[in-house]
């Protein structure tokens, strides 16, 4: 159980166009969803947290407008890269935390997506 | 506000031998969970090991155990019998009893020398 699926693995998109990475999580209710961003041999830096049925909250820095996210359902988060530039390439990872499992349980993650802007 | 230290960007170890991964933080809360995960090659993030700050007994799953010092705040990982497949990269992270926010270290490459 507590499988998160991330879709796409990887993506090559064209400069000035969007992209949408879906974050499900398969077998649990997960009403806080996490985005974060990884730079090659760099640590996960939290750009959003995720809540179902209201607005993100992003992460100082980040722009809101650039990256749309959206919670509509227990189980789906979204994160759409828009206007995509070369300097938007990167790892991206969503996390997952389940609603009924006890308190102190971890997240649960996607696979990533490498996005590539070319 | 909560930071976690790794200070050590490498380590390497021979096959079948034992390494020690620190990690340190800094919280004035009482109540918190610290986190070992493994980002092997594939990057998929996997918990290796969990511990409660309010059990004073180190967590422990088969080969991964950790050395918990909560008054000097850290929080150490020790590989026993070293595998191949424990090349990775490993993150500390903690995470408050009243926040789902991850705090994350910055990261220690292991490499295992066959």
């Known amino acids: 159980g507590a499988v998160v699926s991330q879709h796409p693995s990887r993506v090559i998109c064209k400069s000035g166009t969007s992209v949408k990475i879906e974050c499900r999580s398969l077998d649990f209710q997960a009403t806080t969803m996490f985005w974060y961003r990884q730079f090659p041999k760099k640590s996960l830096m939290l750009m959003a947290t995720?809540?179902?049925?209201?607005?993100?909250?992003?992460e100082q820095g980040v722009e809101k407008d650039k990256f749309l996210i959206n919670h509509a359902s227990l189980t789906l988060s979204t994160l759409t890269v828009t206007s995509a530039h070369p300097e938007d390439s990167s790892f991206y990872i969503c996390?997952?935390?389940?609603?009924?499992?006890?308190?102190?349980?971890?997240?649960?993650f996607g696979q990533g997506t490498r996005l590539t802007v070319v | 506000a909560q930071t976690v230290t790794q200070s050590q960007p490498e380590m390497s170890v021979q096959e079948a031998e034992t390494v020690t991964l620190s990690c340190t933080y800094d919280t004035s809360e009482s109540d918190y969970y610290l986190f070992w995960y493994k980002q092997p090659p594939s990057r998929q993030m996997i918990l290796v090991i969990r511990?409660?700050?309010?059990k004073q007994q180190n967590a422990t799953e088969n080969r991964f155990s950790v050395n918990f010092q909560k008054a000097a705040k850290s929080f150490s990982l020790k590989i026993s019998d070293s595998q191949l497949g424990d090349a990775a990269m490993y993150f500390c992270a903690y995470r408050s009893d009243s926040n789902y926010q991850l705090i994350w270290g910055a990261g220690t490459k292991l490499i295992i020398k066959p």
């Open positions: 511990q409660e700050a309010y």
């Open positions: 996390s997952a935390r389940d609603v009924f499992r006890g308190r102190g349980t971890e997240a649960f």
């Open positions: 995720s809540n179902e049925g209201s607005k993100a909250t992003y």
